[in-house]
Each structure stands twice: as structure tokens, then as C-alpha cells.
């Protein structure tokens, strides 16, 4: 009777014991920097407790102490060769049936991972999953959530839904070069990494072959690039254009028709760059009235608010307008009295600009209306030239 009782106990123990007799599953571990030189202990020994938890979690044995990568002379070393299976080719795993690596690269306080399955008896990658974490404080639990996403690769691995076979149709590398120094390079909505010694390479990364994606290219001081290419072969090389750098400030040298003994000084400052701008101008100028030496100087400045329109900031080309209110001040030579105050409101000035070479040439019709207030020479009117149009400027100018 007591065997009867407990029998149905032991036929639902049965199949898990021999299930996990049957498993007898080992894994060893290989942690290492992507990049020479930037070896950090700390993250090291995170991801080994990771990993060693959630293989034990799982049925696998995990064996003391970590692997070093093979380095023959024959050997692909870091940083030269990114492939992970070409990595662990030739490793001595003791024995064990699988290979969990970790892989990982600092970028500031990002940290890219690459976590891989690799069976040491075939010599071929099983899986692999790419996760990033975040340095600082939030260390221990950011590494802890990028491990977590390596579970269900475990899982696979332990339900036996991987083949030894190598993986097919899926782009191995990208080699990401032209963009300048540390430019930050976004595959399809991931970031990817910095570009470093001219260029960047991209591990494995899960693209069919034949896929297009959108690459996207920022930096901070630079306008973004974004374009679409598409990955035709397993390992992909991609030279993208090198960013143009934003404007800040300018600065202009000019001459207005109009005003022939006369000379302008300007500056903006650039609110968003290349788009709105904030700028002031000065302009001094001199008359000599008939045959005697009488001289007349005017004293010019704006300040003016402006917005480049229709052309991106990529063109050679460019159009703005800029409203704005300035003042000019005459004062006569040998004449008492009062100088001379004409307020004036900016009314558009439409620029044409175009660049060439580090420079930027431009020209513009000055729709300036003077207001007619206080001690005044002009009165209420449109400011023109003797000639009945409005002054015109020429100049120069440069920015960075």
C-alpha cells in the first residue's frame, strides 16, 4: 500500500532526473575588451557573476576560472579582427561543451556587449545577442539587465534549438569609414559606435544580406547625415561623407552703393545654427559738400533678427531675410547744434549668399524705412540713393 501511495510521486520525479542526468550540459567563460588597452576589471567580474548565475539557473555547469583567447601567430587578435567566431577559433575549452563569451567595448559611459554561444567541437557560432548597459553608479544593475537579454539564447541552447551549423545570409561586419573623428554612427535605430582611427567596425549584427537600412552620422558642433545603403555581402564597407560643422558665429566685412566713402563692419550670432540668427551691424560713412571742405559724417548700425530660407545649409546658395530697427547719426562739420538721429526699421533685407572655398560672399538691397522721429533728416520715408533706389551692399564674410 505504501508503494501504491507513493508511486504517482515518482512518476512525475522520473522524467526530470533523467532529464538532468541526461543533460550533463558544461559551459566556460571568455571575457574580453574589444579594444586594446581598456581591459576593466570591475566589468568583468559583473558579467562572469552574471553569466554564471543564469547558466547555473538553467542546468549548466559553469567551470572555475575564465578562458584566455588563443594567441598564435596565426591567431585573429584584438582589435584587428571583430569576428567573433574567428575570436574563439582554435580556444581550449577544457572539455566544456559550449563556450559563453563577453565581449565588450567602453564608449564614455556607454558600454556595448557582445555575448555569444560557440561550440568549441565545431568550431561555429551557435547565437549571439548585442546589449548595452550604462556605466556610473547604475553599473551592477544596467549589466545585469544586458545579461538578462542573453536568457533566452541560453534557453534555445538548453532546449536544443540551435544546429552546429554556420549562420547564413547574415552580414558578419560592417566597416564604417569618411566621418571624422568620433562621430557617433546609428545602424537602423542602434548605436553602433564612435569612429576611431578613421573608421569604425561593427561586429556581428543580425542584418539579413541584401537588406537596406538607414545609417544615420552625428556629432556634436556638426549637422547630422542621414542616408539609406544597402548591406549586398557578408562583410560591408560603408564610406559615408564627413560632416559639415555648424555655424556659430559670423563675421563680415561689406560696402554699400550709396555710400561711397564709407565702410561696414558686421557679427550674428546664430541661435540655431545655420537656420536663425541674431546680428549687429555698423557702418561709418563721410560727404564732402561742394567745393569747400565741409564734411558730413554718418554713423550706421542695426541690430536685426534673420532666418535663412528655401536652401539647406548643404547648398552653396543660400537666401535669408532679417527684420530688424537701427540708427543713423549725422553729424555735420563746422555746423553747431545737434547731430542729426534717424530711427529706421529693417524690413526684410533679403540676402543672397554664396560660398566659395572658407568664405562666404553676399548681396543685398538694404529696405530700410526711416521713421521720421525726434531731430531728424530724412523724415518718414523709404531710405534710397540719389539714384532712387534702395542702397545696395556687397561683402564678405566668415564663419565658424
Same mark, same amino acid.
Given at each position: ?203 556581428? $549584427? ?178 534710397? $540713393? ?15
Amino acid at each position: 500500500m505504501r508503494l501504491r501511495a507513493w508511486l504517482p510521486l515518482l512518476l512525475c520525479l522520473l522524467p526530470a532526473a533523467l532529464f538532468a542526468a541526461d543533460q550533463g550540459r558544461t559551459a566556460a567563460l571568455a571575457i574580453a575588451p574589444l579594444a586594446a588597452d581598456t581591459a576593466d576589471p570591475l566589468v568583468e567580474d559583473i558579467l562572469a557573476s552574471g553569466l554564471t548565475a543564469r547558466l547555473q539557473n538553467a542546468g549548466i555547469a559553469v567551470q572555475a576560472g575564465r578562458l584566455t583567447l588563443p594567441t598564435a601567430a596565426d591567431q585573429p587578435k584584438l582589435p584587428d579582427e571583430d569576428r567573433i567566431s574567428y575570436l574563439l577559433r582554435g580556444v581550449n575549452a577544457g572539455g566544456a561543451g559550449v563556450v559563453v563569451a563577453a565581449f565588450y567595448l567602453v564608449q564614455g559611459d556607454t558600454l556595448v556587449i557582445q555575448f555569444a554561444l560557440y561550440d568549441p567541437n565545431v568550431h561555429t557560432m551557435l547565437g549571439e545577442v548585442l546589449a548595452r548597459a550604462r556605466k556610473g553608479l547604475t553599473l551592477f544593475a544596467s549589466v545585469s539587465d544586458a545579461v538578462a537579454q542573453f536568457d533566452p539564447a541560453i534557453q534555445r541552447y538548453v532546449q536544443g534549438g540551435y544546429q552546429a551549423l554556420p549562420p547564413a545570409g547574415i552580414v558578419e561586419r560592417i566597416v564604417v569609414s569618411g566621418p571624422q573623428e568620433g562621430a557617433n554612427i546609428v545602424l537602423l535605430d542602434r548605436e553602433a559606435g564612435a569612429i576611431a582611427g578613421g573608421s569604425l567596425i561593427v561586429p556581428y $549584427t543580425q542584418f539579413e544580406i541584401g537588406s537596406t537600412i538607414p545609417v544615420r552620422v552625428h556629432k556634436d558642433g556638426y549637422h547630422s547625415y542621414e542616408g539609406r545603403y544597402k548591406l549586398d555581402a557578408s562583410q560591408v564597407s560603408l564610406a559615408l561623407p564627413r560632416l559639415r560643422p555648424e555655424t556659430r558665429f559670423d563675421a563680415e566685412l561689406n560696402w554699400t552703393f550709396g555710400e561711397a566713402l564709407g565702410v561696414g563692419v558686421g557679427a550674428r550670432i546664430h541661435i540655431i545654427p545655420d537656420s536663425l540668427f541674431l546680428g549687429v551691424e555698423g557702418y561709418r560713412s563721410l560727404d564732402v559738400i561742394g567745393l569747400s571742405t565741409t564734411v558730413v559724417r554718418h554713423y550706421d548700425a542695426n541690430v536685426q533678427l534673420g532666418q535663412y530660407i528655401i536652401f539647406p545649409y548643404s547648398s552653396p546658395f543660400r537666401l535669408s531675410i532679417a527684420f530688424g530697427a537701427g540708427l543713423i547719426v549725422t553729424n555735420v562739420a563746422d555746423l553747431g547744434g545737434r547731430d542729426y538721429m534717424d530711427w529706421y526699421i529693417v524690413a526684410g533685407d533679403p540676402t543672397a549668399e554664396l560660398k566659395v572655398g572658407p568664405v562666404k560672399f553676399f548681396f543685398r538691397p538694404e529696405l530700410h524705412y526711416a521713421l521720421g522721429l525726434d531731430y531728424n533728416l530724412l523724415g518718414r520715408t523709404w531710405i534710397r $540713393t540719389p539714384y532712387n533706389i534702395p542702397p545696395l551692399t556687397i561683402g564678405v564674410r566668415t564663419s565658424w
